[in-house]
């Protein structure tokens, strides 16, 4: 029998951490699963039956408040999944140097099999659960949208939490991913996808690194296949697209397509839309079986839908020589110790897909500042940049080309604000795992987990807690 999703990342933990000279009681403290919440509740169908839904939330580690991390509504999600997402949710955090202990909740419901009515009752009687056990608040466990989710669910989440609330002044930070509207940030939505872009952007911009692959540096001309074209995996698409990486297969929950002349993104979703599937995509090829589309060839293969998909069994005929994880866990241990003895370059979904977290940060800030992103200083750097042109066209002589002047000062929005706070976050995020894959000489992975543990046992030692 395979090991649990949680089984597997603590693998992944224990590898790490036998690279590290922390104490093993402190390693163990870090590793562990603080708290879970299991519960069921009933909900009244539209047709008047009722059901009971089984739902949970982990916290995984507090040693930073509040805790963060999606909900996930999924018919197949287990109490073993949401800890090994919530665990990871503190890795995460830490890589990216986000305050925040790691958290994941799930709600087992096919989400396609409710009506609008009914996910939001199940949406607002999870939240009154969460909340009458403590197991939500702006300092203390925050959600945002995972598999399944959205921000709609997040806006109910929001409205619920409010009206129970003794301090609403900070309550709309009590959860992130929420519509503009509601406090969310522009940005977040896309926010995943993006940060998995800016990742493998880095990632491939060392030419040493991409050559034991047989590849170039940069993105352009490199292919890519996506499995799972929902938030993350269409924004993921999206953005490579736009930078030169060639879509050449798509695999979704209903099959597959493949066509190495390249898929046009938009033509697809609308394609998608209007016919219910992705297959009889112009000359693309139909593949029954989604998982199909994942050994097909190609250079960069993006799992972005749900974990364990590239196992031992399919990890030898996989032809991609990078895997980026946007989705978690996709890849499991054993495929992992496979494709590395290939010479595979695994990004791990630890650090690949971090951006949501960190945009989510972001809206927690602008949610408990109560004001957006570039309000009190965009006016002031435009009016600063203007003058700065004028006193160099006084000097100069010549005149700017007025596109160009306003172009050139017109200050950052908030949207310009995100997307390079998460540019930073992802590059500086990359190179210090490059840098301690390099010094010991392990995979990105292992890398990863290392730079965790790392900061996550600072956390605790410099709390006093082992001294
Ligand atoms: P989503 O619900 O928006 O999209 C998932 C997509 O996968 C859907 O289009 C679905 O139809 C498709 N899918 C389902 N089963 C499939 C199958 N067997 N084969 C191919 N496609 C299938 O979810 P999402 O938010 O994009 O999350 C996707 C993954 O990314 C999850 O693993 C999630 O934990 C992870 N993730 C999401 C975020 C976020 O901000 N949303 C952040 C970090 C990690």
């Not at 999703?5 to 402190?26: E, I, N, W, Y």
């Not at 830490?94 to 009914?118: L, W, Y």
């Not at 990004?347 to 972001?362: C, I, K, Q, R």
Request: aromatic share 8%; hydrophobic share 40%; with cysteine.
């Amino acid at each position: 029998m395979s090991d649990s999703f949680l089984a597997q990342v603590d693998r992944m933990f224990d590898k790490a951490a036998a690279l590290t000279s922390h104490p093993a009681g402190l390693l163990t403290q870090i590793k562990m699963c603080n708290s879970v919440y299991a519960f069921e509740f009933p909900l009244q169908r539209d047709d008047g039956t009722i059901i009971t839904i089984r739902a949970w939330r982990a916290e995984h580690s507090q040693h930073k408040l509040p805790t963060k991390g999606g909900i996930r509504y999924a018919s197949n999600v287990t109490e073993d999944e949401v800890r090994a997402l919530a665990t990871l949710m503190t890795y995460k955090c830490a890589i990216v140097d986000v305050p925040f202990g790691g958290a994941k909740g799930g709600v087992r419901i096919s989400r396609r099999s409710f009506s609008d009515a009914e996910l939001q009752r199940i949406t607002r009687r999870y939240t009154y659960e969460l909340t009458r056990k403590n197991f939500i608040g702006p300092g203390i466990d925050v959600p945002a949208p995972d598999y399944g989710t959205s921000g709609k669910e997040m806006a109910w989440i929001l409205d619920t939490y409010n009206s129970l609330t003794h301090d609403p002044l900070d309550a709309l930070a009590c959860v992130t991913g929420k519509p503009i509207g509601q406090g969310g940030i522009r940005g977040r939505k896309e926010a995943t996808g993006l940060g998995v872009f800016y990742g493998i952007r880095e990632a491939c911009s060392f030419e040493e690194d991409m050559k034991p692959l047989g590849l170039g540096p940069g993105l352009i001309g490199k292919t890519m296949i996506i499995q799972g074209l929902g938030n993350v995996g269409y924004h993921a698409a999206k953005f490579l697209s736009e930078h030169g990486v060639k879509l050449v297969g798509v695999g979704e929950y209903e099959g597959a397509i493949y066509n190495a002349e390249g898929i046009d993104l938009e033509d697809l979703v609308a394609h998608r839309k209007s016919t219910g599937s992705v297959f009889d995509f112009g000359s693309a090829e139909n593949i029954e079986s989604s998982r199909d589309i994942l050994t097909r060839p190609c250079d960069i293969l993006i799992p972005a839908a749900l974990e364990g998909q590239i196992t031992d069994e399919n990890a030898t005929d996989i032809q991609a020589r990078i895997i980026a994880e946007a989705a978690n866990g996709p890849v499991t241990a054993k495929a992992d110790e496979i494709l590395l003895s290939n010479g595979v370059m695994i990004l791990p979904d630890v650090y690949l897909n971090a951006g949501g977290v960190t945009v989510s940060y972001f809206e927690w800030l602008r949610n408990l500042s109560h004001v957006r992103f570039g309000r009190m200083s965009r006016r002031f750097e435009q009016t600063a940049q203007e003058h700065l042109l004028s006193a160099v066209e006084n000097l100069t002589g010549q005149s700017f080309d007025p596109d160009e002047k306003r172009e050139i000062a017109k200050g950052a929005d908030e949207v310009t604000l995100v997307y390079s706070g998460l540019e930073e976050t992802m590059v500086n995020a990359y190179h210090e795992i490059r840098d301690i894959a390099q010094k010991k000489k392990t995979d990105l992975r292992t890398a990863a987990f290392i730079s965790a543990i790392d900061k996550v046992a600072t956390s605790y030692t410099e709390m006093g807690i082992f001294p």
